[in-house]
């Protein structure tokens, strides 16, 4: 191969690896042996360096990252159209203990329906949601959670008051790209967490729950309760909703408790 | 066990981000062109039953909307004549000496320069430069992507790597002679 140009062509662009062939071995051969190629190549292999090395890379907002996630969370749920939304005030999510312990005591509620993978993909959307702090009312007023809930959710759930206990904040949770509701509620040393996914409902009309799992008789009047390193954890059901409490409460306690959120589409803001 | 689309988007949402603002030049029309993106892919990839190479998948969303986006407004990213890449390569590129060391404050003048001189590419060219050197993808993926053939995808290649050569050998000159006098 004696044709300079038909060497670059062979062997442009230069930081590429490729296949030795016959051709291109050939062209290395007289790369190696003219200065004009072997000039040709080296400037090419730092020209492309170059770039790479000082091509903008900028970090993309959070506000973009916020509004992907809620998209998705929409499409995965079955493309809900776009409302128009109010900004709301976003602060960091402070109580890292509580999450942890939100985490644990759920994984146990998710692990214990025998849906591992399951449990680990809602952790993670879950997790997502939460460190874009998404979607979060920092208030103690029922009426203002209520009106919270029903602009997001659908569902209008004035928080019930809980003696001993007051309500710090409203979020808004993702669980297997579905969202639901979470109230957290501190006082007195202790720590509670109720949680409130709307039932999904398949192509074919059928109720879908958390995780695909199968009610086993719990309902409203007979919550399955589980506690696990100190954490207490409740779950039951109803016909359009699955309810969870969660919190440094005993097991007992938490089945007290949980009439209390029972059918929240029924209760009013005069109500317990 | 897989990731969900959530998580690998979350990964990759930097970059995809930094190659929407180098498409589009501009922030709000980078973050719709990433969100009607996020969507489609949403929707595409989950359909294919094992998805080996995520980012590249994405990437070829991003260029194909990107492209649907332009269309719509009557643009063609890809409008101007590529040269051939034969004449294209009897161009030796400009040589850039002395380059500055990573971390001097050359490099970083360098690096701030260099950030602006991609705006005054060609558009395809751009995009091509974007996903064969940035992205490091070869040139038949890149025509798959675009929609172009392996020929015309060299020469934009070629013809943006000239660019910045020459942009930067200018600059680099315009620089150690200010430091000379």
Redesign the interface.
């Known amino acids: 191969m004696k044709d300079c140009n038909e060497v670059r062509n062979v062997l442009w662009p230069a930081d590429v690896l490729r296949v030795s062939d016959d051709q291109v071995q050939a062209a290395i051969e007289h790369a190696e042996n003219c200065p004009t190629c072997r000039k040709f190549l080296e400037e090419d292999r730092r020209v492309a360096e170059f770039i790479r090395d000082t091509v903008p890379r900028v970090c993309a907002p959070r506000e973009l990252r916020e509004r992907l996630y809620t998209t998705l969370a929409r499409e995965r749920a079955g493309a809900v159209p776009v409302r128009s939304r109010l900004r709301r005030k976003r602060e960091v999510f402070a109580a890292a203990a509580m999450i942890a312990g939100i985490a644990v005591a759920s994984g146990y509620w998710l692990a214990s329906r025998s849906q591992p993978a399951t449990a680990a993909t809602a952790f993670a959307e879950d997790y997502l949601r939460r460190v874009v702090e998404q979607e979060e009312l920092n208030s103690a007023d029922r009426s203002e959670i209520a009106s919270f809930f029903a602009r997001e959710l659908g569902v209008a759930m004035p928080p019930p008051e809980i003696p001993d206990l007051e309500i710090q904040r409203a979020t808004i949770c993702l669980m297997n790209g579905r969202r639901g509701g979470v109230v957290e509620y501190e006082g007195a040393g202790k720590r509670l967490t109720y949680y409130l996914l709307p039932n999904a409902v398949n192509s074919e009309g059928q109720t879908r729950r958390f995780g695909s799992v199968q009610v086993n008789g719990a309902t409203s009047a007979s919550p399955a309760v589980a506690e696990e390193s100190g954490l207490g954890v409740a779950t039951w059901w109803d016909d359009e909703h699955q309810h969870a409490l969660v919190g440094s409460l005993p097991g007992r306690e938490l089945k007290r408790l949980a009439p209390l959120f029972a059918c929240p589409a029924a209760r009013s803001l005069a109500g317990p | 066990?897989g990731?969900?689309?959530?998580?690998l988007?979350?990964l990759h949402?930097?970059?995809?981000?930094?190659a929407a603002?180098?498409f589009t030049l501009d922030?709000h029309r980078a973050?719709e062109l990433?969100?009607e993106t996020?969507?489609r892919a949403?929707?595409q990839l989950s359909r294919r039953a094992r998805e080996t190479d995520f980012r590249t998948a994405m990437l070829e969303v991003l260029v194909t909307t990107y492209q649907q986006r332009q269309n719509r407004q009557g643009l063609d990213p890809f409008e101007s004549e590529p040269e051939p890449?034969?004449e294209m390569?009897?161009t030796?590129?400009?040589?850039?000496e002395p380059?500055p060391e990573?971390g001097t404050a050359g490099y970083r003048l360098?690096?701030d320069w260099?950030?602006r001189v991609?705006s005054d590419l060609d558009t395809g060219d751009r995009i091509i430069?974007?996903l064969?050197?940035?992205e490091r993808i070869?040139h038949p993926v890149v025509a798959e992507i675009t929609g172009l053939d392996v020929d015309e995808v060299?020469s934009r290649?070629?013809r943006a790597?000239l660019a910045?050569?020459r942009g930067?050998a200018k600059e680099l000159d315009r620089v150690v002679g200010g430091a000379d006098a």
């Open positions: 066990m990731q969900t689309f959530e998580e988007v979350g949402l930097d970059d995809l981000y930094s603002l180098c922030e973050e990433l969100q996020s969507i949403f929707h890449i034969d390569l009897r030796i590129p400009m040589r850039i380059f990573p360098m690096r260099m950030s991609w430069l974007w064969t050197d940035v070869r060299r290649h070629y790597r910045m050569s930067a």
